[in-house]
């Protein structure tokens, strides 16, 4: 609704003025969607740059930050194999708590409506997703030292909630509770 193109609204004809001109209706369809392309873009230029800071060779960095900003989780290399450095983790994980967040709330956090997207139930509730489920995970999940448990349980929240699907450890692997852990975030990411 705030983008001001939902609705029943109903026009006839083809949006184009008889001159070829666009209508006011559709010109603003065509900048909403330039708009959302150029902010995909942002993002996946600047995901890519950070598998690229990370170490990885330009087009991986490429594939990479295209599977994680779009949330499709299909990589290059075997599912454990794509982020066993802890820098490949932290890129991915901004890259997918950002765009796990949603186009449309980077778009109106990128314009005049900053205020807006802070007071935004939806991030406050993706947020408290997160924060929660990176705290449990480290707590029951991986083991190891205190902040490599904490990188591994936020990349697999974010991984979980964002749908992406990565994976830096095996799961499998893990306590029953965490595992059951996992399980709910799946399911709250499939809502």
Do not use: K, N
């Amino acid at each position: 609704p705030f983008l001001g193109v939902g609705g029943l609204r109903r026009r006839s004809g083809s949006g184009v003025a008889p001159g070829g001109a666009l209508l006011p209706g559709l010109r603003r369809l065509v900048a909403i969607r330039r708009r959302l392309l150029a902010t995909y873009l942002s993002l996946t230029v600047a995901g890519a740059l950070a598998y690229l800071v990370a170490g990885l060779a330009p087009l991986e960095a490429t594939t990479r930050a295209m599977a994680t900003i779009s949330t499709g989780g299909f990589t290059d290399r075997p599912a454990l194999a794509a982020f066993d450095e802890p820098a490949l983790q932290w890129a991915g994980i901004v890259g997918m708590v950002l765009a796990g967040s949603g186009l449309a709330l980077v778009w109106r956090g990128i314009g005049d409506t900053r205020e807006e997207v802070a007071r935004s139930r939806e991030l406050r509730s993706y947020a408290a997703v997160l924060v929660a489920g990176t705290a449990v995970l480290a707590v029951a999940g991986p083991d190891g030292a205190i902040l490599e448990r904490v990188r591994v349980a936020l990349f697999t929240t974010a991984s979980l909630v964002s749908t992406t699907g990565f994976a830096a450890e095996d799961w499998g692997t893990w306590s029953e509770p965490a595992q059951a852990v996992v399980a709910s975030l799946l399911a709250v990411a499939a809502t």
